[in-house]
């Protein structure tokens, strides 16, 4: 069905016209350059770095350069930055804000074997880089003293990176007296916002009883500052000598996290002379907020919250099912908590059932903006009517019938198709921009897009889908773009915003 409105038609102008600015500068890997590193060294702040599929046996260091974009052409499943078993795969030191961009890498075999082997996919230290859309795995730390940060390490004053949605699994921190975070570890003082990945599969282990081995956060431990938020947590694994706290999460005493509407199942704390908390340990003295999650299926206590003085610890509205050890331990649940099957979709898939009671289970006042959109990208609150307005899904999972996808490569010159799968509606609302916001809209859900600078176009007889012909102007390189659809049935009440679909021109 053509559009009802000459928005869209226009939208290629309006696109060149909204982002301004000077030409960004692409260096290619490896056309132009042979490698990721050398294409590095050359690239200013704010060049955009373009990886063609292949394997690329690096170590890099990232320079001193804010803002440099180093992007995949086609994703992580076809582009590999392999550490070689020689030292952490890339380094991220001080000074880089999240200007600066790392996407679209399977970034894997790193190894350290030193006294302090801290980060051995990607180590962070005193930076705030954005680190999206990556599988980081198959990366490990051993060696018999500490081992922090097997797939993410976040250390040093000022650190503050984005890590968001990226899958981080099977990495391993071995035969140290501490390990601590095999998936990703934020050290005492560092910062970090954690949303929407999958984090599983990862293991602490150190079998010799003579080490007094500690396996702590096998997923993700804290002793710094966190936002923990829709996030998959699952399959995650201490196995140590002595003591086993955390296999999905792990909050130090000087630890502080939000910790929001994830979904943290099957972890496992076993072994040695201390098993606690399977799905999350938090140390008394340490500051944490749960709030909205499904914590079911863990080996082991749900919430586990150690002795100590002087920590602010909560939850409340969150679902413990399922756990092997009592729901709570140290701490009191709260009184809108649940207790009852979540009702995922089927084995290793934790979507939510339309029946499950975890759907509009918890209002939306506590969500802060890095938890507004759940694992798969939905808006939290977009599929209800006025009845349930401001309530949101337990867990990482909001509950969507309606779908916005990007079809095609956006290169510069291309066309590419955003697509909407889902009902029929009388109306549909499509939108893009160049940022988010985060405006609830009752009873239409979340909109995250930035109002003032987005492109509405009303298209009827959905699902369907919205052409847009990317200009061949090279300021364009670089530029994000954020599409999100409302949709409106005959009657007028009752539509639903879908997820929020990104892209990034090539």
């Known amino acids: 069905m053509a559009p009802t409105m000459r928005a869209l038609r226009s939208f290629p102008l309006a696109l060149a016209a909204l982002t301004g600015g000077t030409a960004a500068q692409a260096l290619l890997v ?56 020689s030292g952490t795969v890339v380094v991220f030191g001080s000074g880089l804000t999240r200007r600066t961009w790392l996407i679209g890498f399977t970034i894997t075999n790193g190894f350290l074997n030193v006294s302090h082997s801290n980060g051995a996919g990607i180590r962070i230290d005193g930076a705030s880089p954005t680190i999206r859309g990556n599988r980081i795995t198959a990366n490990t730390s051993d060696n018999v003293n500490w081992n922090y940060g097997g797939g993410i390490y976040v250390g040093g004053g000022g650190s503050d990176p984005l890590i968001e949605q990226n899958e981080i699994d099977g990495n391993q921190l071995l035969n140290g007296s501490w390990n601590y975070g095999a998936g990703v570890h934020i050290a005492s003082g560092a910062n970090a916002v954690i949303r929407g990945n999958h ?29 923990i938020a829709s996030n998959l947590i699952t399959g995650n694994l201490d196995n140590s000598s002595s003591w086993n706290y955390g296999g999905g999460i792990r909050i130090a005493s000087s630890g502080s996290a939000q910790i929001l509407h994830n979904t943290i199942a099957d972890n496992v704390v076993t072994g040695g002379n201390w098993q606690d908390g399977g799905g999350v340990h938090v140390d008394g003295s340490a500051d944490a907020t749960l709030r909205g999650n499904i914590i079911a299926n863990n080996t082991g206590e749900g919430v586990f919250v150690a002795s100590g003085t002087g920590g602010v610890i909560s939850s409340d509205w969150d679902d413990l099912w399922n756990n092997s050890g009592t729901a709570y331990s140290g701490l009191t649940a709260g009184p809108n908590s649940l207790a009852l099957d979540p009702q995922f979709a089927g084995p290793n898939d934790w979507h939510l059932l339309a029946s499950s009671p975890c759907l509009d289970a918890a209002p939306n006042a506590h969500l802060v903006a890095d938890a507004a959109i759940d694992f798969d990208g939905d808006p939290r609150q977009i599929d209800r009517g006025s009845a349930s307005a401001n309530m949101v899904d337990l867990g990482a999972d909001e509950v969507s019938d309606a779908r916005l996808d990007v079809v095609g490569s956006p290169q510069l010159g291309a066309t590419i198709t955003w697509s909407v799968t889902g009902p029929t509606f009388a109306l549909q609302l499509f939108a893009v921009a160049f940022g988010t916001g985060n405006t609830v809209l009752p009873p ?25 012909a990317i200009p061949n102007l090279p300021t364009l390189r670089g530029v994000t773009l954020f599409g999100q659809s409302l949709a409106l049935p005959a009657a007028g009440s009752g539509g639903q915003f879908t997820n929020l679909a990104r892209l990034t021109i090539l």
């Open 30 to 85: 490896p056309s132009q350059y042979p490698t990721i590193g050398a294409a590095l060294a050359a690239a200013p702040g704010g060049a955009t770095i373009l990886v063609a599929p292949g394997t690329y046996q690096e170590n890099l260091v990232w320079p001193a350069v804010d803002g440099i974009h180093l992007i995949s052409t086609d994703g992580a499943a076809t582009t590999t930055i392999d550490g070689a078993q």
């Open 199 to 227: 984090v599983h599969d990862n293991a602490n282990l150190t079998p010799s009883a003579a080490s007094g081995g500690r396996g702590h956060g096998a997923g993700i431990y804290c002793a710094g500052s966190a936002v």
């Open 444 to 468: 239409y859900g979340n909109l995250l897009l930035d109002q003032a600078g987005a492109v509405f176009v009303g298209v009827t007889g959905v699902p369907g889908g919205f052409p847009l």
